[in-house]
């Protein structure tokens, strides 16, 4: 049965992104890869439930923007387990000075969530 093994995002500085993620959702990172050929680093960071977020940074992408490279995917959505913890988690990110471009709310569709922008303005859904 097909799963989604990973879903990968670049980002301008990784240090920034991994504590972010380590930090407000538990994420373990494994090793530093780094290509210097290449002028590629990323690293893979693991959530309790087994999925994995793959940070990247590249130097010919943080040096041009390339039109394709911004379309496709607009957010991450994160289950936190409780509107309890949707609430709590949203306040903690916002006090800490992140935006929350999102307040905690039911979504029309029937979804109890917030939205928040990480370090570098990705959008991240907290969620049930």
Excluded at 11 to 33: S, V
Excluded at 35 to 54: I, V
Excluded at 107 to 117: C, M
Aim: some cysteine; hydrophobic content about 30%; overall charge negative.
């Amino acid at each position: 049965m097909p799963k989604i093994e990973h879903v990968a995002m670049y980002c301008q500085n990784l240090e920034i992104i991994k504590d972010f993620y380590e930090k407000y959702f538990g994420c373990k990172t494994g090793p530093k890869y780094i290509n210097a050929a290449k002028g590629f680093e990323s690293y893979f960071l693991s959530f309790e439930d087994g999925s994995r977020l793959e940070i990247m940074t590249k130097t010919s992408v943080n040096e041009s923007i390339n039109p394709k490279e911004l379309l496709g995917l607009t957010h991450l959505a994160i289950s936190v387990g409780s509107k309890e913890n949707v609430d709590k988690l949203t306040k903690k990110i916002e006090d800490d000075g992140y935006e929350v471009v999102g307040p905690p709310r039911t979504t029309g569709d029937g979804y109890y969530e917030s939205v928040i922008l990480d370090p570098e303005l990705n959008r991240i859904e907290i969620t049930i």
